[in-house]
């Protein structure tokens, strides 16, 4: 894993299960969000993250030849805020990058991990604009852009990104809940359907694509929540769809050990802009079919069925062996790959990406410091 060459790591795992918020959810509500400064970091909340993911072909309408994704996380602390030396890891910054070659049927991945500080790493207040060394992603009036390297996956990506549509609020307005007690939320919306060219280096040969995109950008003092019936949820199951007519899908559920939904919400962007917020009792997630990853052991749902206002669908893995192992920044394995969304008689509905959890043993961070 690259890192700073003079970051001395030592392992502190920590569920993930963080502090209710000390802003109460009305206060936030009452503040809302707010651009362009909340494309920007927020570094008084514990957890952030930027996850950009996108399916993408050779041609223009042409079938699916890669999936990627590119995230960036911001974690406070280890050390605390009012530490006096320049070089404490006050904020800590990991990123993951993964290329699933639809076509090879193959994985590819790496991850990153540094203290923020002395321009190794950094997430800026005013926009989004975040790196770790030569890994960037960052939007100015022309768009976002991101780009990569990693020789030790044998990859490169360089990506520009164009938004067609307004950011999606998800929740209440960006507020999300994430759980039965109303502390328990983050703020969150996505950039959906963002058209997308980009430029792959994969093992020696290079690739001219196009396609579309998603963008979540979501922070929190709390992820799972403590509460007593929170305290119950061991991971997620997520899915964020770019629809082939212009609308946006998004799906996720909350998950107790023994597999039953927690809590749950989503949204559905229709082509026209409306968008329909759905209550937990809205959705329902139910595994169809299932991959036992020869690594870790772990068996994850790659077919399901979904319910939700806006009916009955398929969501479907386009690569089963899609899973993470990010042990070495924060902490776990996970399953994160590109996926289409079917009616139930198998016609395609839209491309995008699916994210399971907990799976791999209880979610954990794995923090750093010297």
Known sequence: MPASSNLRRRSLLQTIGLAAAPAGLAQAQAQGLQFPRDFGAHPAQRLEWWYLTGVLSEAKQGPPRFGYQLTFFRLLGPAPTDHPSRF????????????????????????RLARAGMAVAEASEADTDVHIRDWTLRRDAAGYRASLR???AGFALDLRLQASQAPLLQGQQGLSRKGPDPAQFSHYYSQVQLQTEARLQLKGKQFELSGRSWLDHEWSDNLLGRSAAAEQAVGW?????????GGALTVFRLRRADGSQLWAGGSWRAPSGVTVDFAPTDV????????????????Y????QISTPMGSQVLRALLDPQEIDARASTGMRYWE???????LAGKRLGLGYLEMTGYAGAMKLLQSAD
């Open 150 to 152: 990693s020789p030790a």
């Open 237 to 245: 199951d997520w899915a964020g769809i770019n629809l082939a007519d």
């Open 284 to 299: 329902k997630m139910t595994p169809s079919r299932h991959w036992l990853s020869p690594d870790s052991g772990a068996n």
């Open 301 to 304: 749902p790659v077919e399901w």
């Open 88 to 111: 404490a890891a006050r904020h800590l910054l990991l990123a993951h990058a993964a290329i699933s070659d639809l076509g090879a049927g193959k994985l590819h991945h790496d991850q």
């Open 337 to 343: 790959g590109a996926s289409e969304l079917l009616t």
